[in-house]
Every structure is written in C-alpha cells, then in structure tokens.
C-alpha cells in the first residue's frame, strides 16, 4: 500500500499540465481539455477566412479576357491570354516573396495578427482590383495582394492548434475543401456578376458606377465578404504561447518549438534534410502547377471564339458551369472522399486521381465540336470531375507533409512549401496564357492543331505529377508506410 502510494504520488505530477494565466495559448489548450464535443463554430471559422478571404479574392480573375480585351492592351485576339496570365500569376509572385516572412511573423507574434492582415489585404487591394483603370492597375493590385496576404500557412498552422487530437484530421481538411470551393466559387461569382449593366440593365444603368467599372461589383462583392471576416474574426482565440517556460511543462505536444527563435536555424536545416517533406513538397508543387494553368486556360478556352477553338461562352455561361462544380466539390469532400483516402492510402487516391485527369483532360478539345444540351452536360460533368480529381490530390499532399514532420515543425514546413507552391503557382497562370495564346496562332497545324496541343502540354505536367508519386521521387515517412500507402 505504501508503495503504491508512493507510485502514485510520483507519477501524478508528472501527468499534470501546466497552464499559465497570461499565456493565450495555455487558455486554448486548458479549453481544448474542457471541451469534449465536435467544435462547430472553430470550423466554421476557419473555413470562412479561408473561402472569403483566401480564395475567392485570389481566384476572381474569371473574366480576365474579357477584362483584358477592355484595357485594349493587346493588339491581336490572340495576344489577350497573354496579358491574362500575367495578372493572374502577380498574386503568386508576390505571395512567393513574402511567405517564408510571414510564416516567422506568426511564430513570433501570433497567428492570430498574420490573420486579420491578410483578410484585410483581401478588402482593400481586392477592391481596387475591381476599379482597375488599366493593365498596370490590375497586375499592381493583385501583386500586392499576394505580398500582404500571408494567411493560408498560419492558418494551417492555426487548425493544428485549435482542435483536439482527434478533431484535427478534419480541421485540416476543412481547409483543403475551403480551398477548394473557393477556386470554383470565385470565378463563377466573377462570372456572374461581372458587367451587370450589360446582363441586368434593369437594376444596373450604364451610367451608374457599376456601369462605368464594369469588373466592380463581383470584386465589391467578395470585399465584403471579406470585411465581415475581418471583423469576426477580432474574436478568434490566440494558440500561439507566449511563455518563456518550456512548452513541455505546459503541452505534451512540444507546439511552442517552433516559437523559439535559437532553433529556428536549426528546424529549417532539418527540414530541408528531409526528404520525405521536401519530396511530397516537389509533387505538390508540380500538380500546383498544373492546377493553376488549367484554371487560366480553363477561363480562356470556355469564353475564346468557336473559330479559335474555344467555346463561346459568356462569363455567365462559365460562373453556371462552375457553381455546378463548386456544388459537386462540397458533396464529395464531406461525404465520399473520407471513405476512399481510408480505403486506399492518401498515395494511392493521388495516383488514381492523376491518372484518370489524364483521359479526361485529352477529351476537352473535342468538346467545342459540340453546341447545345449535350455540350452543357458533358462541360458540366468533365469540370465537376477535373475539380473533384485535383482537390484530392491537393488533400492527399497536404495530409503527407504533415505526416512527414512533428507538429512543432508544422509551421515552418508550411511556409517552405507555401514559397515554393506559389513560385509555381506564380509560372502557371503566365504559362498557361502564353500557351494558349500560342497554340490559337497554329488552328491548321498538322500535329495537335489548337487547343488540342494546350491540353496535350497539360497531359504532360500531369503526367510528371503522377510518375513523381512513385519511389524514387517520393519518400515515406518511417513509421508511417502503412497509413500513407
């Protein structure tokens, strides 16, 4: 009895966690140990600041040609992709420059300020977007959009810190379908709402301001979203822990390393040694790529001439075809995808799903020879599952740089792979608006005339994608093969 008295005395302390009053991560996680339930309004948080203030402001260029073609800066039809894709990749190209950055701010003063900077960057610069009064306006804008909006690592950051242990899968993944939704959501909202005088003149006059800025009103739209984001989210909880004390003595977890400044050298040497982060990293960024490319000349290809091989869209005949993907993108996510990555492996579901991009992308020029209700239901069906191929693969990436370092490198191994994904992301629009300019001038070439050469280029980087899953390119956790297979 004494002994085991003893044993009982010794060994409780050791079990105790250490909360300290003035530390906003201690309450978190005090709070995290109270709270037993699914934490609704924590994922309906985050998932908010990542589709209205992530997202949708990042991806409202859908009417990019047409806004293009009105600055007059292109002196052929041909030349309009070009310009397109310059104003699309800016954003890129400024968030690559300052990720890394932002990345350290958050560790030091919180995820909480790298937050609401970024949804506040979103309302101003997303708003001056929409007034842009030429070319150089609009690629200003959105560059420095991307300079000042640092979000989406600390976000990620901040779901690994808000939820439980048992939460946190999900929590992450709220992130993923956020993404996801909003890179659907926001061209079609910029489909739909762009030039309304011309598509409602009974509410719009083309005297009005929405009549003279023609690309306002869809960019006011998502600012304002934005703007109640911002202000909601002044009452998101801090996790990061302001303690100078070990964070071993307060979480079992080991977060705050990450917070320390004397191994920040370290973490980051460490981390770029590893190379089951970095190759998941190397293939994350390759499918970016494509992604981001498909998504430009996705845009170009529906609204280009029937003569230039495109399909003659309107913007609001796109913004229909991407609601429709949006719609199928959220029922997936929450309902199928959770079966088939526990089925499978988060590998396997990614090379099934690159795999099968690969016939359905090679399909695509073959539907401009098609018009009517048959081209709208095969469109909607190819981009509902072109959409659905992508975003598992970006989940299935995502889940395996997690699982290739500790949680308190998350963090840092966020910011190296948000710098390099947006270096290519930044190559991809300006890739795909180049390539699609190009492949417009050769209708009558013999090998891949048109846009069949545009989606046989993006066949190739797919491929690349796929064939980097496999060993030697790709390296997997030690301990973690059998969950990640």
């Known amino acids: 009895?004494?002994?085991?008295?003893?044993?009982?005395?010794?060994?409780?302390?050791?079990?105790k966690k250490q909360y300290y009053e003035n530390?906003?991560?201690?309450?978190?996680?005090?709070?995290?140990?109270?709270?037993?339930?699914?934490?609704?309004?924590?994922?309906?948080?985050?998932?908010?600041?990542?589709?209205?203030?992530?997202?949708?402001?990042?991806?409202?260029?859908?009417?990019?040609?047409?806004?293009?073609?009105?600055?007059?800066?292109?002196?052929?039809?041909?030349?309009?992709?070009?310009?397109?894709?310059?104003?699309?990749?800016?954003?890129?190209?400024?968030?690559?420059?300052?990720?890394?950055?932002?990345?350290?701010?958050?560790?030091?003063?919180?995820r909480k300020p790298v937050?609401?900077?970024?949804?506040?960057?979103?309302?101003?610069?997303?708003?001056?977007?929409?007034?842009?009064?030429?070319f150089w306006m609009a690629v200003i804008s959105r560059f420095m959009l991307g300079f000042l909006n640092g979000l989406l690592g600390p976000i990620k950051a901040y779901a690994s810190e808000i939820f439980r242990n048992e939460h946190q899968a999900l929590g992450l993944s709220t992130i993923t379908t956020a993404w996801g939704i909003g890179l659907i959501i926001g061209p079609a909202l910029g489909g739909f709402l762009a030039q309304p005088a011309e598509k409602y003149p009974a509410l719009f006059s083309k005297d009005s301001l929405f009549g003279r800025f023609p690309y306002f009103l869809p960019s006011l739209a998502i600012?304002?979203?934005?703007?109640?984001?911002?202000i909601a989210s002044c009452w998101l909880p801090e996790t990061l822990h302001t303690h100078k004390e070990k964070r071993a003595a307060c979480d079992d977890s080991f977060d705050a390393l990450e917070t320390a400044s004397g191994e920040q050298k370290k973490q980051a040497a460490s981390l770029l040694r590893n190379w089951p982060l970095m190759s998941?990293?190397?293939?994350?960024?390759?499918?970016?790529?494509?992604?981001?490319?498909?998504?430009?000349?996705?845009?170009?290809?529906?609204?280009?001439?029937?003569?230039?091989?495109?399909?003659?869209?309107?913007?609001?005949?796109?913004?229909?075809?991407?609601?429709?993907?949006?719609?199928?993108?959220?029922?997936?996510?929450?309902?199928?995808?959770?079966?088939?990555?526990?089925?499978?492996?988060?590998?396997?579901?990614?090379?099934?799903?690159?795999?099968?991009?690969?016939?359905?992308?090679?399909?695509?020029?073959?539907?401009?020879?098609?018009?009517?209700?048959?081209l709208s239901v095969l469109l909607n069906c190819a981009s509902v599952l072109k959409n659905l191929l992508s975003v598992s693969i970006v989940t299935c990436l995502f889940m395996l740089q997690n699982s290739a370092v500790e949680q308190h490198q998350r963090g840092a191994a966020n910011g190296i792979a948000m710098t390099a994904m947006s270096l290519f992301k930044a190559a991809g629009p300006a890739g795909g608006g180049s390539l699609f300019s190009w492949a417009e001038t050769r209708q009558d070439a013999a090998f891949l005339p048109g846009n069949q050469m545009v989606f046989f280029v993006l066949n190739v980087v797919e491929a690349i994608g796929v064939l980097f899953t496999f060993k030697p390119f790709l390296a997997l956790p030690r301990g973690r093969t059998a969950t990640v297979q």
């Open 1 to 15: 009895m004494a002994a085991a008295a003893a044993e009982e005395e010794y060994t409780v302390p050791l079990l």
């Open 23 to 110: 530390c906003p991560g201690c309450k978190v996680d005090e709070l995290k140990e109270l709270k037993r339930g699914l934490p609704i309004r924590e994922f309906l948080s985050i998932w908010t600041v990542v589709l209205c203030s992530g997202k949708l402001g990042i991806t409202l260029v859908q009417y990019g040609e047409i806004q293009i073609r009105d600055f007059k800066i292109a002196e052929k039809e041909e030349d309009i992709g070009y310009y397109a894709g310059y104003v699309g990749s800016s954003f890129m190209f400024g968030r690559a420059l300052t990720s890394f950055f932002w990345g350290i701010v958050a560790d030091r003063y919180g």
């Open 115 to 134: 937050i609401l900077l970024g949804t506040s960057s979103v309302v101003i610069f997303n708003t001056i977007f929409g007034l842009s009064l030429n």
């Open 223 to 230: 600012s304002l979203l934005a703007g109640g984001v911002t």
């Open 280 to 374: 998941s990293i190397m293939v994350y960024c390759i499918f970016s790529l494509h992604d981001m490319a498909y998504t430009e000349i996705f845009s170009l290809w529906a609204v280009s001439p029937i003569k230039l091989g495109g399909l003659g869209y309107s913007t609001e005949n796109v913004g229909e075809v991407l609601a429709v993907s949006g719609f199928g993108l959220l029922v997936f996510q929450l309902a199928l995808y959770p079966y088939a990555e526990r089925l499978l492996g988060p590998v396997m579901v990614c090379r099934i799903a690159g795999a099968l991009s690969i016939p359905l992308l090679a399909s695509y020029p073959f539907l401009s020879k098609l018009s009517g209700f048959s």
